[in-house]
């Protein structure tokens, strides 16, 4: 896939007619998934300042250190129709900011995740200015994948997707969930993703806790073990994707009816997807039928999250949530039960709602998988 496609001509006027609509005169992007959406830099995230100055008319500046002007320079940002200016170390890079405004400016967006030095020296380089969040802006522009972002997450989906298919060859008894998410994390990169974001192996008792991670703790025979994995692609992309196993013995009984219940929640929520359902009805979809299988408890989460540039961003599958859903939007649907000091599971795939209903980026097998 083209990086024109991703980054098509034209994106930056775009968000400056939002930028103007949301009564802001600039966006101050510093690195993040904010300035590559909008330029294709994938910049360092330094103590050097590097900010893109997206004024609401004008022309946009990508202020850059000048050891990382060749790196600028050879991303997509120049064909883009940014201006670039570098700062030489020991300079003060804060000037070049309000010259890049062009005048007076009352109020500006940061991205949401600067970091807090920067943030304190852009009040002091503009203290007329009131500060927003970017995402005001963002948020609403990123939300609706393109059909070229779709297909890079279908890419990262297919990615994942292959590593979990090799499960068999790592996940075994008398390993330690350390061992196996080792090569898991190679593998991850070796089915084409540039970084590993997360690896979860949660066996036994650690499957009750969502956010686990690893331990040195060897996997049991016959123990659940939820494996949750992602990284990001050469595009930028996230994969996301869980899927739970038995390694070398039966499964608990109990644990058998629950994966059950689990596996019907998470496709009947998937079914769910369409334009005009909200994300709280999302959420219902999964939640209602392992709730009333006397397990509602032991849904610890929301069902889902968005998915892009960023592993979780808008719009999340969550009580609460009465926006509607529109094609393009790209998200998790991943219910799951945790019994403490017992067992879990958790059922992920990626979806994107389409036109007419639902496309699942991630389409292994979601029965238990019994290795």
């Known amino acids: 896939m083209g990086t024109d496609e991703l980054h098509p001509p034209g994106r930056l006027t775009v968000a400056q007619r939002a930028i103007a609509?949301?009564?802001?005169d600039a966006l101050l992007l510093t690195p993040g998934s904010d300035l590559r959406y909008l330029t294709g830099y994938d910049a360092h995230a330094g103590e050097r300042l590097t900010c893109l100055v997206l004024p609401a008319q004008g022309e946009p500046t990508l202020i850059v250190p000048t050891l990382e002007r060749p790196a600028a320079e050879a991303s997509p940002a120049p064909a883009t129709g940014v201006r670039l200016v570098?700062?030489?170390?020991?300079?003060?890079?804060?000037?070049?900011?309000?010259?890049?405004?062009d005048g007076p400016v009352a109020a500006v967006g940061l991205a949401d995740r600067m970091w807090a030095e920067q943030v304190l020296a852009l009040r002091a380089a503009l203290p007329g200015a009131t500060q927003r969040l970017a995402s005001e802006v963002?948020?609403?522009?990123?939300?609706?994948?393109?059909p070229a972002e779709v297909a890079a997450l279908a890419e990262a989906g297919a990615a994942i997707d292959a590593v979990h298919e090799r499960m068999g060859q790592w996940l075994r008894p008398g390993r330690t969930e350390a061992e196996v998410a080792a090569d898991i994390a190679a593998a991850i990169r070796a089915a084409g993703h540039v970084s590993v974001d997360f690896v979860i192996v949660a066996a036994g008792p650690n499957g009750a806790s969502p956010h686990h991670g690893t331990s040195d703790r060897p996997i049991g025979a016959g123990e659940p073990v939820v494996v949750d994995i992602g990284g990001t692609m050469p595009s930028g992309y996230r994969s996301d994707c869980t899927r739970t196993y038995v390694a070398g013995g039966p499964?608990?009984?109990?644990?058998?009816?629950y994966y059950a219940v689990l596996r019907d929640a998470q496709r009947a929520a998937v079914a769910a997807v369409r334009p005009g359902i909200t994300g709280a009805a999302g959420d219902a979809a999964a939640r209602e039928p392992i709730a009333a299988a006397g397990f509602g408890p032991a849904f610890l989460h929301r069902t889902g999250h968005g998915i892009g540039l960023d592993g979780h961003e808008e719009p999340y599958l969550v009580a609460g949530n009465d926006r509607p859903l529109e094609a393009g939007m790209a998200f998790s649907i991943e219910p799951g039960i945790y019994l403490a000091g017992r067992h879990g599971a958790r059922i992920e795939d990626i979806v994107v709602c389409t036109t007419d209903g639902v496309q699942r980026l991630n389409t292994t097998t979601t029965e238990l998988i019994a290795l």
Do not use: M, N, W
């Open 251 to 257: 499964a608990p009984a109990d644990f058998v009816e």
């Open 86 to 101: 570098d700062h030489a170390d020991g300079t003060d890079p804060y000037p070049l900011v309000v010259a890049a405004l």
């Open 21 to 24: 609509a949301a009564g802001l």
């Open 138 to 146: 963002l948020a609403e522009l990123r939300i609706r994948k393109s």
